[in-house]
């Protein structure tokens, strides 16, 4: 007998419904569910408060990241950040759940993690309070980001329920150009088909240029995949997953692996499996990308001149782009290389694995840091910082004039009092140039980890291309 | 327990612009605590709002009667896009939003609406857009009526408009109900799952932990 042909999205799917609610929607179990110190203590506390137990503690697992500072011995965290801090550690140890802390290996960025842990596995369903749990999606696993009400519900119960997404295949093909990295794919794409395109669909990206990236450039397509408005992204686990995920300390051993290897070889795609939609992208043509406006839609490249709203004949666009403009304080029509910038920060669940810093250190190595331009560098987990001291990549920055700091969400998000002050610009490897993401009226551009050390060094937006190490 | 919708007359405000994300919505900081609920509906639209100097911003269309006083927004597509944040969707019921109106929604932000009440409604954006110019030409005096057991909305002028809803969705918000206590309902589900599951993918399930985290 024929069994129809299903996508990655439906085969996990599938091996996850526990109960059918409607056509739809299904009740689907939780494998693995991950918790931060902005909501994780309040969800703990809210299941207190209905005097519910955790129903599954061992699947559940919790670090601190998003309020923390990131400066040496944590000096600086708030009086709210510390207390969120030790709500995080009471209502974890008294519910069973392992929370990995400050210093310890296992701490840092949620997305960074679950990955480097082997907690994230290929066919495993993930959820955290975080819209960029999609990141996850990397190593062929579906996850995507909940609010704290389905948080609650996760806590208490192991599943959650969902509507059944709409699937997207995004093809990227041939090789990357020189310069050219992951996150300059991922921003091309959202610049191509914009920041709404993956509303209610499931992400699955594909191609011989996704074929041949590392783990940790497929984790930071995922992890953008929420700024293309899809909710989950993933890719197909292959032979590097695998070798990327053996060994790893959650990740199944022995005969348990091989087990569960021959059923991840199960989960891609069947050839003939169908899409609601088909996007392929001619990767040779990318080139380094940088944000200029205030969505991640809002892109060009390097190369590229900041857009002319005078030239738009579409009323609704041409205001977004005035709008926009005015935000950044950019001239209308001038090329974006060249605009001087005050700050850059490297770091975030987008860009602050061992190979990102790897790649800013190439840039950075030799050279120093602009006057007048703070850069920083934030590891995206304890282990990703003691695997680049080892190498003496934090050296290499120290000595080039970036600061080096804690792991953390820091600058991301600057929910932990670390901002760009008002008026002030930032390059950075992060993913959202919203309106005041980076602290009140601070301007903020993405680019990729070397594009980010290479405006550090020029006091500039720049083309890293020109700047051959 | 959200609190149950039903039918809404009220005044809508139009916030037109396209991808209005979350940290638009709420920032960051008014989110970092345990107990931020009931202090959030001041800080909503805080950039916007605002000007740098504290004041409110005259230009920005909640400062404005009779807008202040709306229940419902008219929104641009993709609006609440961004992060999970539900803060967004608490600053806006706590100041007084029972109904969003608009094109597209951020998906997270589309589900954390029902978890605390507040309708989103999805209709062409070509309604949209007539809906927001009707309430414009009457400076925001002409009120927008939802039914949500009927799935209509009436335009200020008596324009009836039809609305596609999740049908579990839609019995949630009319009766307010507790998702938590109806899952709940399912353990002996959930926990045959577990089993068989247990035994077809092992590597999941990982063993308990003794309580503590100093094991
Ligand atoms: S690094 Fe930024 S995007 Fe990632 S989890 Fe932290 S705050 Fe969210």
Not at chain 1, 63 to 87: F, M, N
Not at chain 1, 274 to 288: A, M, Q, S, T
Not at chain 1, 430 to 454: D, E, I, K, M, W
Not at chain 2, 166 to 177: H, M, Q, S, T
């Amino acid at each position: 007998m024929q069994t129809p042909a299903r996508t990655l999205l439906a085969k996990i799917w599938d091996q996850h419904v526990i109960a059918r609610i409607s056509d739809d929607t299904d009740l689907l179990h939780v494998d693995r569910h991950l918790l931060h110190d902005l909501g994780g203590s309040r969800g703990l506390l809210d299941l207190r408060n209905r005097n519910l137990p955790v129903h599954n503690p061992e699947l559940t697992f919790a670090t601190p990241d998003h309020a923390i500072s990131t400066a040496r011995g944590r000096a600086g965290t708030s009086k709210v950040g510390q207390e969120l801090l030790a709500g995080l550690r009471t209502e974890t140890s008294a519910t069973g759940i392992r929370m990995f802390d400050v210093d310890e290996p296992g701490q840092g960025i949620v997305h960074v993690i679950g990955p480097e842990l082997g907690l994230s596995l290929p066919g495993c369903l993930i959820v955290c309070g975080d819209s960029h749990t999609c990141t996850h999606g990397g190593l062929g696993a579906l996850a995507f980001g909940i609010g704290s009400s389905e948080l609650t519900h996760v806590l208490a119960t192991q599943a959650l329920i969902q509507r059944r997404p709409k699937t997207m295949r995004v093809r990227f093909e041939g090789r990357l150009p020189v310069g050219v990295t992951a996150k300059d794919l991922i921003l091309a794409l959202i610049g191509h088909i914009g920041a709404a395109a993956g509303t209610g669909y499931a992400v699955e990206y594909a191609g011989s240029a996704i074929r041949d990236l590392p783990i940790e450039g497929r984790l930071t397509i995922c992890n953008l995949s929420i700024e293309l408005g899809a909710k989950m992204g993933l890719i197909a686990p292959d032979e590097k997953t695998f070798e990327y995920l053996r060994g790893r300390p959650y990740a199944p051993e022995g005969e348990m692996w091989e087990q569960a290897v021959a059923a991840w070889r199960q989960l891609p795609s069947d050839p003939d499996a169908l899409f609601d939609r088909e996007v392929v992208i001619d990767v040779e043509k990318i080139i380094p990308q940088v944000t200029w406006g205030i969505s991640p839609e809002h892109v060009i490249g390097v190369d590229g001149r900041v857009p002319d709203p005078s030239e738009v004949t579409d009323h609704a666009r041409r205001a977004a782009i005035e709008t926009a403009l005015d935000y950044m304080g950019l001239i209308p029509g001038a090329p974006i290389a060249g605009t001087p910038v005050d700050w850059v920060f490297i770091g975030s669940c987008t860009n602050s694995r061992l190979s990102d810093l790897r790649a800013a250190a190439e840039i950075a190595r030799g050279r120093k840091v602009a006057a007048g331009v703070r850069a920083w560098v934030v590891p995206g987990s304890e282990t990703v910082k003691r695997d680049a001291v080892a190498e003496g990549l934090d050296k290499v920055f120290t000595d080039a004039g970036f600061e080096w700091r804690e792991p953390g969400c820091s600058m991301c998000l600057a929910a932990n009092g670390e901002v760009v002050a008002p008026g002030q610009r930032s390059v950075s490897t992060s993913n959202r140039n919203f309106v005041g993401r980076q602290g009140p009226r601070a301007r903020t551009h993405l680019a990729s980890p070397a594009s980010a050390a290479a405006a550090a060094i020029a006091g500039a937006i720049a083309d890293v291309r020109t700047m051959g190490s | 327990m959200p609190k149950p919708f039903n039918t809404l007359t009220a005044i809508a405000a139009p916030i037109m612009r396209g991808n209005i994300d979350t940290d638009v919505i709420i920032r960051i900081e008014r989110l970092v605590g345990n107990s931020i609920r009931g202090t959030l509906g001041k800080w909503a639209f805080g950039a916007l709002r605002y000007l740098p100097d504290g004041s409110e911003n005259p230009e920005f269309i909640l400062n404005r009667e009779p807008y202040r006083q709306a229940e419902i927004l008219i929104t641009g597509p993709n609006f609440g896009c961004g992060s999970s944040r539900e803060g967004a969707v608490w600053s806006l019921q706590e100041m007084g939003i029972r109904a969003v109106i608009g094109s597209s929604f951020g998906d997270i932000f589309f589900a954390n609406c029902f978890q605390n009440g507040i309708l989103p409604v999805v209709v062409d954006k070509e309604i949209v857009d007539g809906l927001a110019a009707e309430v414009q030409q009457t400076q925001g005096a002409g009120r927008i009526s939802i039914d949500l057991q009927q799935q209509t909305i009436i335009s200020p002028s008596g324009q009836r408009h039809e609305f596609a809803i999740d049908p579990r969705r839609r019995a949630g918000l009319l009766e307010g109900l507790d998702e938590v206590a109806l899952t709940l309902q399912r353990d002996d589900e959930i926990r045959a799952f577990q089993a068989a599951d247990r035994a077809e993918r092992p590597w999941i399930h990982l063993a308990k932990k003794a309580v503590g985290n100093h094991a």
